[in-house]
């Protein structure tokens, strides 16, 4: 079974994404005091007296509404409330109890669900706050008094999510689960290709071009393995980023690359690569991630008899430092070869962790060296002695010699292609380091 899961709901800009950073322990939810700045659901992992869980933090909910944005975050919401063991509802303590938060609490009531009453910004201690006593009137139990900012009555409210979880079940083993980040510029698909793998909607899907502000988290088992998705906010260009949560954003999407095993960098299939396309896919090949170009929007693409293959030439030619990574073009929208992202994504996984005994290594050695003599420079000639694989994900190899400055990057890159003539390593990028053995050794 899978770990129990708290969400945090309430109205916008009572908090919730400051406690939720508080309870996991780090700056997953972007913070502001925007209202709205949180739209879907972001998750995180904690614990408390020996129990792991899930937390999952939403956007604030508007019970009316006219703006479809708001109409999204409510949704979301009401989601998570759907798949939650327990619930936190999130007040102000300050504006007291409001028309929205009755509202709220009617719709946790029905829930059914174990619900808590967090009053935030409880930010003193020492006294008793009588202004707390109001939120009774929501009818579910006694109100918890906490502090996002300082983490004052934290604690009281943990012990009240464990109190509630369901038995403690064996926990599933998490290291074979495949961590895969959707990146791209905004606009090109990620939340439609996510909702569409998920076969819900686990994500906001609009037009508008930023509609997805976090990182998001979303574990996902089929016939082919098990899977965590993280869909992301499109990166843009920095002389684009004119807000601050833009920037977080931009922060988390380069986050959720370190994050995960493998990277699937969308390009929109009508616009082709864009400059910022290939600023996106040179942070995923420097972080040495697994990769897959994923071509989305192909269904409304004109084509005729060598459409695919000049767009794949197109694309290879501008991402030519990642000739590694395999092409797949879909339809996030009918659905057109999603299915086949599994079988790539697993692939290149293993591939990227693939280790090659130093014996196979010095025996490709052997033979590109005497294929291809090594470079002399002013009479004195490269020597080199043997190579090992020390690392994975990506693979690293050492390659030790006489003079590392002898050791021409075009010669580094033939070897590396001799390896993957050999191995494949298909959709990883390699890494080669130089050392320099000393003069007893030579």
Known sequence: MAKPLVAIVGRPNVGKSMLF???????????????????????GASDWNGRDFELVDTGGIEPKTDSDMLKFMRRQAEIAIETADVIVMVTDVHTGVTAADMEIAALLQRSKKPVCVAVNKCDSVGRINTDVYEFYALGLGDPIEVSALHGHGTGDLLDWCVENFPEKSEEEEQSDIINVAIIGKPNVGKSSLLNRILGFERVIVSDVAGTTRDAIDSRFDNDFGKYRFIDTAGMRRKSKVDDAIERYSNMRAIAAIDRADVCLILIDAEEGVTDQDTKIAGLAHEAGKACIIVVNKWDVVEKETNTMNEKTAQIRAQLGYMPYAPLLFISALTGQRVNKLFELINFVSEQSAMRIT??????????????????????????????????????????????????????????????????????????????????QEE
């Open 21 to 43: 950073n508080k309870l996991t322990g780090k700056r997953t939810a972007i913070v502001e005091d925007t209202p709205g700045v949180t739209r879907d659901r972001i998750y």
């Open 358 to 439: 130093t014996g196979m290594l010095n025996n490709i050695l052997a033979d590109a060296t005497a294929r291809v003599q090594p470079p002399t420079d002013k009479g004195r000639r490269l020597k080199i002695y043997y190579m090992t694989q020390v690392g994975v994900k990506p693979p690293h190899f050492v390659i030790f010699c006489n003079d590392a400055r002898l050791f021409h990057f075009s010669y580094q890159r033939y070897l590396e292609n001799q390896i993957r003539a050999v191995f494949g390593l298909e959709g990883t990028p390699v890494r080669i380091t130089i050392r320099q053995k000393g003069d």
